[in-house]
């Protein structure tokens, strides 16, 4: 058998296959460098997850120390707001105390306690101080003694009161029990 034609010369892979093995190799070549990629990104991820971390446990130390610090400031404020309102209370008492005074009625010495006040002064007669500054002394406190010694070198009274707050009903559900 003879051919008029000669036989050409085929090709192992045709285009359509070579063609096809180039987008399939390109796919999985870029398939690939995109997971190492990811790879990569995903460490530098984990590195920063890490360090992040790490901070954290820094900032949440230091900021409980700063609630430490902030509770105690806290304190203090509320020691001094007290201690200014105790002092603003016994500066108005002692004001009050030595508006109370008459005139004729010099104070030589005076002792401010929770629950009592001792006065200690000379007045020009016994009932200048009954007059002038017992009633207001007995409206403010449950208990008023007062001793007079006569200081003839003075011509004057020398007094010593002693006030107490003690209130009647605590003496009385004292005496009960």
Do not use: C, H
């Not at 045709?14 to 990104?41: C, E, H, M, Q, R």
């Not at 002692?94 to 401010?112: C, E, G, H, T, Y």
């Amino acid at each position: 058998m003879y051919s008029y034609k000669e036989p050409r010369k085929k090709p192992l892979f045709d285009k359509g296959t070579k063609l096809w093995f180039s987008f399939a190799s390109l796919t999985i070549a870029g398939l690939v460098g995109y997971s190492f990629y990811l790879y990569g990104k995903a460490s530098s991820f984990n590195g920063d997850i890490e360090s992040i971390t790490s901070s954290n446990k820094v900032l949440a130390s230091s900021v409980d120390e700063l609630e430490k610090e902030l509770k105690i400031l806290k304190m203090q404020q509320m020691l001094s707001s007290e201690v200014s309102n105790s002092n603003r209370l016994l500066n108005n008492s002692v004001k009050n105390l030595f508006d109370l005074v008459p005139d004729q009625i010099m104070l030589s010495k005076v002792i401010m306690k929770k629950d009592t006040l001792t006065l200690e002064g000379l007045s020009s007669t016994k009932d200048a101080y009954r007059l002038l500054l017992e009633p207001p002394l007995k409206s403010i406190f449950n208990e008023s003694k007062v001793n007079f010694e006569f200081q003839p070198t003075m011509g004057r009274y020398k007094f010593v009161s002693i006030n107490s707050a003690s209130s009647k009903t605590e003496e009385k559900t004292d005496v009960k029990k």
